[in-house]
Each structure stands twice: as structure tokens, then as C-alpha cells.
């Protein structure tokens, strides 16, 4: 009885007793946030900062960021419909590996200073494949626990994996230079990777009753 009024009092108690993988799958869903801060976040300061000696113009990078977010204010909630009806996964993974290869395009334009592919990029990666994952995941993450103590799984998970991502453009400015810009798209692949694979292998939830969510531990 002692226990069970504790965890009443400690939901993270129950959390993490009852739903210790769902905890570690969400963290590692917002492994996706390392490769969102690389693209528009890095990748401002490496097209402007004069020590990698690309310096373009900082209003037009703005801009880029600008477009491509507005863009996604139209693709997000049509990627949420159709992972309505096709499920979660397969929308999320598609864009998932999306942006790992779109990335690198996005960064080779930079060096390259084409400033209309840049544009084009920048709208397919946050208005596309972004918008596929960043549309349907908090639907995904809040449908791995139980209704009891979602609240308190979403959120641990999401801080967790969050505050990865914010260490992100501190490595990228470390590792890349002048003339070796690679490590950048490398790093935000890598974090979609991570979180195309926690996806790919959770179950695929868009079809379960509110009431089974979360309740096995798988």
C-alpha cells in the first residue's frame, strides 16, 4: 500500500517501472531534433560565419528558414491525415531516411553557394520529409504509454532526447572546417537514423484502442 501511494505521489516512479523501453524509444525518437538543429541551426552559421568561408548573406538564410518553415505549416497536417491512415511507421521512417539524404544536398548547396537550391532544399527538408516525422510524432510518442501515466512518460522521454539534440551545432562547429563541411550532414544523419530505427521497431499504434495503448511493455 506504502508503494502504491508513493508512485500516486511519483507518477516518474511508476514510469519508469511500468514503461522503462516506451521511456527509451521516446528519447530516441527525439534523436530527430540533433539532425533539425544541424539543418537550421549549423547550417545558418556555416553559410554565414566567415570562418568557414562560405558567407552568404545572413537575411538570405533567414529567408530560407522562413519559407521552409511556412511551408511545413501546409505539409504537417497532411502527413498527421495520411499517418491516419497508413499508420505512423511508414510515414515517419520515409521521411526519417529523407532527411538523412536531403541533408547532405542541403549542405553540398551551401558550400557550393547555389542560393536557389538552397531554397528548394530547405522547403523539400522542412516542408517534406521533416514535416512527415515532425506531423506524427508527438500522436507516436503519446501512444506508447498508458493513459495513466502518459503525461509523465511523454514528457521524460522528451527531455531526455531533446537535450541531446541542443548539443548538436556545438559538435558540428567543432568538427567542421573550411574545407571539410561532410562531418555536418554525417551528424544529422546519424540522428535520423537513430530514430528511424526506435520507430521502425516500436508497434505500429494508429489502429490501437485508447484503452490498449501502452499496456505491454513492448
Not at 11 to 32: D, Y
Not at 93 to 103: D, E, F
Not at 163 to 179: D, M, N, W
Request: aromatic residues 10%; hydrophobic residues 50%; contains cysteine.
Amino acid at each position: 500500500m506504502l508503494s502504491e501511494r508513493s508512485e500516486e505521489r511519483t507518477p516518474v516512479l511508476r514510469v519508469f517501472r511500468t514503461h522503462p523501453i516506451q521511456v527509451v524509444r521516446t528519447a530516441l525518437v527525439l534523436f530527430q531534433g540533433f539532425g533539425v538543429t544541424l539543418v537550421f541551426g549549423f547550417g545558418l552559421s556555416y553559410a554565414t560565419q566567415p570562418q568557414f568561408g562560405i558567407e552568404l548573406p545572413y537575411s538570405t538564410m533567414l529567408w530560407v528558414a522562413i519559407v521552409s518553415n511556412a511551408s511545413a505549416l501546409i505539409t504537417r497536417p497532411l502527413f498527421g491525415m495520411l499517418a491516419d491512415r497508413v499508420g505512423r511507421r511508414p510515414v515517419m521512417v520515409t521521411g526519417l531516411l529523407g532527411s538523412a539524404i536531403v541533408g547532405f544536398g542541403y549542405f553540398t548547396a551551401i558550400a557550393d553557394r547555389n542560393v536557389p537550391l538552397v531554397f528548394v532544399l530547405g522547403i523539400l527538408l522542412a516542408g517534406g520529409a521533416l514535416a512527415a516525422t515532425t506531423g506524427v510524432f508527438m500522436a507516436f510518442i503519446g501512444e506508447q504509454f498508458d493513459t495513466s501515466v502518459r503525461m509523465s512518460g511523454s514528457s521524460i522521454g522528451f527531455m531526455l532526447g531533446i537535450s541531446v539534440g541542443g548539443f548538436a551545432p556545438t559538435i558540428a562547429a567543432a568538427l567542421v572546417t573550411e574545407t571539410a563541411w561532410i562531418p555536418a550532414p554525417l551528424l544529422q544523419a546519424a540522428g535520423m537514423l537513430v530514430t528511424a530505427s526506435a520507430v521502425f521497431f516500436a508497434p505500429e499504434t494508429c489502429r490501437v484502442p485508447l484503452r490498449d495503448l501502452g499496456k505491454a511493455s513492448r
